[in-house]
């Protein structure tokens, strides 16, 4: 089925520019770094104008900033729910500690009902923490949680204090898994905006959401083999509540799902799902 992608491209290729005197290593580590996002219902489009990215390691006493050219620096974050986008990639030595990530915010604007607002962005600068010890082949996904750091002021009135997630994946994690997507048609036609929701079998945990895009389609990632639960609601609101505290977001408070089903993953799924409503 068609990817939803947000620019047109292979891949953003990294172009390294030490910022300091940097020693020759025979073994290197290539990281690929990706990006998504949660589901905002409200809003149709949210562009935002990333610069600046970079990011800092140490390897054998060395301490090291490296600089990224960005290929493409403009990006509708809402086409990101539920998928993965390549973003750039950090080459490192092998078994390096990356330490931090920074990138700006330069410009955004939020486009509802057909109708585009500037966002107010009070401090552009994203700094991105972690302590990860970097293998060749493995990833790294940074969620940029537009339900966090998006905020409506007033009519028309948007602050974005941007949030991005780092989740660290070794390769051996990511090897094995399969991909679940699928397509929504609701009295035979393509329903947009409809919740998705992934769970576990016994549905203790909230997995991955994302909406159904114009066509009815949808991606939930890649998941190891297990038996999942997938609820897809078509009438929903999420609360201010959920809104401040996303992981914690509570299925009971939106009603019963309009469609649910089990699935054993063992290999790549695309679902049909059709509703007569």
């Not at 997630?165 to 399969?178: A, S, T, V």
């Not at 997507?181 to 769970?199: P, S």
Request: net charge negative; glycine share 4%; aromatic share 10%.
């Amino acid at each position: 089925m068609k990817k939803v992608v947000f620019f047109a491209i292979a891949s953003l290729i990294l172009i390294l520019a030490g910022c300091a005197t940097i020693p020759t290593f025979n073994n290197n580590a290539n990281l690929r770094v990706y990006l998504t996002d949660k589901p905002l219902r409200n809003i149709d489009n949210l562009w935002v104008k990333i610069g600046n990215v970079s990011y800092h390691y140490c390897f054998d006493g060395e301490e090291v900033w490296k600089d990224a050219t960005v290929t493409c620096d403009l990006f509708d974050l809402l086409t990101l729910a539920g998928t993965e986008v390549e973003f750039f990639n950090i080459d490192v030595p092998e078994d390096a500690t990356l330490t931090q990530i920074r990138m700006s915010v330069e410009a955004a604007t939020v486009t509802t009902n057909e109708q585009e607002f500037p966002v107010t962005i009070p401090s552009s600068e994203i700094k991105i923490p972690m302590k990860s010890v970097v293998r060749d082949g493995d990833e790294m996904v940074l969620d940029f949680d537009v339900v966090q750091s998006l905020k409506v002021t007033g009519s028309g009135k948007y602050i974005l204090r941007p949030v991005l997630i780092p989740f660290y994946r070794e390769r051996k994690e990511y090897q094995n898994r399969y991909e679940i997507e699928g397509t929504l048609l609701v009295n035979g036609a393509a329903f947009e905006k409809a919740l998705v929701v992934l769970l576990p079998e016994d549905e203790s945990t909230l997995l991955r959401t994302t909406l159904t895009d114009e066509e009815g389609e949808f991606e939930l990632g890649k998941w190891p083999e297990a038996t999942y639960t997938i609820n897809i609601y078509l009438d929903f609101e999420i609360s201010a509540e959920t809104e401040d505290n996303y992981e914690n977001f509570d299925l009971t408070t939106i009603s019963s799902p309009d469609y649910t089903t089990k699935i054993f993953l063992n290999k790549d799924i695309d679902l049909n799902v059709l509703i007569n409503h």
